[in-house]
C-alpha cells in the first residue's frame, strides 16, 4: 500500500475522519517501516515514542513471565493500531510485540503528535475522542474475559473475525494453541469446544479457516444485543 492510502486509512479507523489538515500532521510526524516474520518489533518496558499502525502483515501483541509463560493480549490485523497506551504514557511499551509474518506499520511519533496537540484545541478534542473510543473497546475486553465463559468469548471473537469481509469464512491469525491463550484457556479445552461446535453444525473447521454455518448466523441473532 502506498503511503499516502496508509495515512488516509490511519485517520479514518483512528480518528474517524480524514481531513487535510489532519493528512498534513500525521504526514509530516510518521514514517513507513517494513519488519520480516518472526522480528520484534519492540518489548515490554522499552522506551518508546511510536503509535503503531499496520498496514499489511500480522502481529501478536503480549506478555511474559519470568518462566516464560506467554499471556497473548492481541492478535493484530491489517487496519489496526496498537501501542496507543504511549498516548498517555508517553514513556514505555507496556507489552510485547513481533511480527508473525512480513509485515509493513505507520509510525506516528507521539511527542510530536503531543506538541502539536498542544498548540491546535480542535486536534486535542480529536484525539480525546479517539482514545475514549478506544479504553470503550477496552472495558469491554475486560468484561468479556471476566464474564463471558470460554464458548462465549469465541463466539465474539469469531464474530470480530467476520465483521471485515463478512464472507462466512475467517482465518485464525495465529496457531490453535495461541488463540487458547487469547481466550484465556487451554489448548485441550479450546480443542474440545471447536468440536462441540461443529457438532452442533455452528461452523466446519478446515485447519485455520472456520465457516460460519446458518446455524451461527442464527445465534448470532438470537444473542445480539436489542
Given at each position: 500500500?502506498?503511503?499516502?492510502?496508509?495515512?488516509?486509512?490511519?485517520?479514518?479507523?483512528?480518528?474517524?475522519?480524514?481531513?487535510?489538515?489532519?493528512?498534513?500532521?500525521?504526514?509530516?510526524?510518521?514514517?513507513?517501516?517494513?519488519?520480516?516474520?518472526?522480528?520484534v518489533?519492540?518489548?515490554e518496558?522499552?522506551?518508546g515514542?511510536?503509535?503503531?499502525?499496520?498496514?499489511?502483515?500480522?502481529?501478536?501483541?503480549?506478555?511474559?513471565?519470568?518462566?516464560?509463560?506467554?499471556a497473548?493480549?492481541r492478535?493484530?490485523?491489517?487496519?489496526?493500531?496498537?501501542?496507543?497506551?504511549?498516548?498517555?504514557?508517553?514513556?514505555?511499551?507496556?507489552?510485547?510485540?513481533?511480527?508473525?509474518?512480513?509485515?509493513?506499520?505507520?509510525?506516528?511519533?507521539?511527542?510530536?503528535?503531543?506538541?502539536?496537540?498542544?498548540?491546535?484545541p480542535?486536534?486535542?478534542?480529536?484525539?480525546?475522542?479517539?482514545?475514549?473510543?478506544?479504553?470503550?473497546?477496552?472495558?469491554?475486553?475486560?468484561?468479556?474475559?471476566?464474564?463471558?465463559?470460554?464458548?462465549?468469548?469465541?463466539v465474539?471473537?469469531?464474530?470480530?473475525?467476520?465483521?471485515?469481509?463478512?464472507?462466512?469464512?475467517?482465518?485464525?491469525?495465529?496457531?490453535?494453541?495461541?488463540?487458547?491463550?487469547?481466550?484465556?484457556?487451554?489448548?485441550?479445552?479450546?480443542?474440545?469446544?471447536?468440536?462441540?461446535?461443529?457438532?452442533?453444525?455452528?461452523i466446519?473447521?478446515?485447519?485455520?479457516?472456520?465457516?460460519l454455518?446458518?446455524?451461527?448466523?442464527r445465534?448470532?441473532?438470537?444473542?445480539a444485543?436489542?
Amino acid at each position: 500500500m502506498e503511503r499516502n492510502k496508509a495515512i488516509e486509512l490511519f485517520l479514518k479507523r483512528f480518528f474517524g475522519r480524514t481531513s487535510e489538515d489532519l493528512y498534513a500532521l500525521i504526514d509530516d510526524i510518521s514514517v513507513m517501516q517494513k519488519r520480516n516474520k518472526k522480528e520484534v518489533l519492540f518489548l515490554e518496558g522499552e522506551e518508546g515514542n511510536a503509535l503503531h499502525f499496520l498496514v499489511c502483515g500480522r502481529v501478536k501483541l503480549y506478555r511474559a513471565n519470568e518462566e516464560g509463560k506467554e499471556a497473548v493480549i492481541r492478535f493484530v490485523q491489517p487496519g489496526d493500531f496498537f501501542a496507543e497506551i504511549l498516548l498517555e504514557l508517553r514513556n514505555r511499551y507496556p507489552v510485547n510485540a513481533v511480527a508473525l509474518e512480513d509485515s509493513t506499520l505507520l509510525l506516528i511519533d507521539v511527542h510530536r503528535l503531543f506538541a502539536k496537540v498542544q498548540q491546535t484545541p480542535g486536534l486535542a478534542m480529536a484525539l480525546i475522542g479517539a482514545l475514549s473510543q478506544r479504553i470503550s473497546y477496552l472495558l469491554g475486553r475486560v468484561e468479556q474475559l471476566a464474564i463471558a465463559d470460554v464458548r462465549e468469548r469465541f463466539v465474539r471473537y469469531l464474530r470480530l473475525l467476520d465483521q471485515t469481509h463478512r464472507t462466512g469464512v475467517v482465518f485464525l491469525p495465529a496457531p490453535k494453541r495461541e488463540i487458547a491463550l487469547l481466550l484465556g484457556t487451554t489448548p485441550e479445552t479450546f480443542s474440545r469446544l471447536l468440536k462441540k461446535l461443529s457438532g452442533e453444525d455452528l461452523i466446519r473447521v478446515s485447519g485455520k479457516n472456520i465457516q460460519l454455518l446458518p446455524n451461527f448466523r442464527r445465534l448470532e441473532d438470537d444473542t445480539a444485543p436489542a
